[in-house]
Nanobody, 123 residues
Framework: QVQLVESGGGLVQAGGSLRLSCAASGSILSINIMGWYRQAPGKQRELVAT???????NYTNSVKGRFTISRDNAKKSVYLQMNSLKPEDTAVYYC?????????????????WGRGTQVTVSS
């Protein structure tokens, strides 16, 4: 069983910073793409940033220059440093990972999500 657990959300004033962390656990062989998504009330879940195993990154336009995604392959973790936060960044942030894992003598590939962590930015 593969699990992703996020941490680091909270309440911050506009212009402040937060750092989100996500750790994967289980019988993991490798993780390809890891990413962060967010969902604001009444809106669809949207991509924030992704990072490949080779550390190639991709950001949605609204966070470019403010957010930085990184990963630690040894710790099976991905991070999101969020600076210059704005009220419109308020959302539940979800970690996502494309995982190859081992179970019952076989190898599988699956797409996994964390339960989310709330980020609230006050004006």
């Amino acid at each position: 069983q593969v699990q992703l657990v996020e941490s680091g959300g909270g309440l911050v004033q506009a212009g402040g910073s937060l750092r989100l962390s996500c750790a994967a656990s289980g019988s993991i062989l490798s993780i390809n793409i890891m990413g962060w998504y967010r969902q604001a009330p009444g809106k669809q879940r949207e991509l924030v940033a992704t990072i490949t195993n080779a550390r190639s990154t991709n950001y949605t336009n609204s966070v470019k220059g403010r957010f930085t995604i990184s990963r630690d392959n040894a710790k099976k973790s991905v991070y999101l440093q969020m600076n210059s936060l704005k009220p419109e960044d308020t959302a539940v942030y979800y970690c996502n990972a494309d995982v190859r894992y081992f179970r019952g003598g076989y190898r599988y590939t699956g797409d996994y999500w964390g339960r989310g962590t709330q980020v609230t930015v006050s004006s």
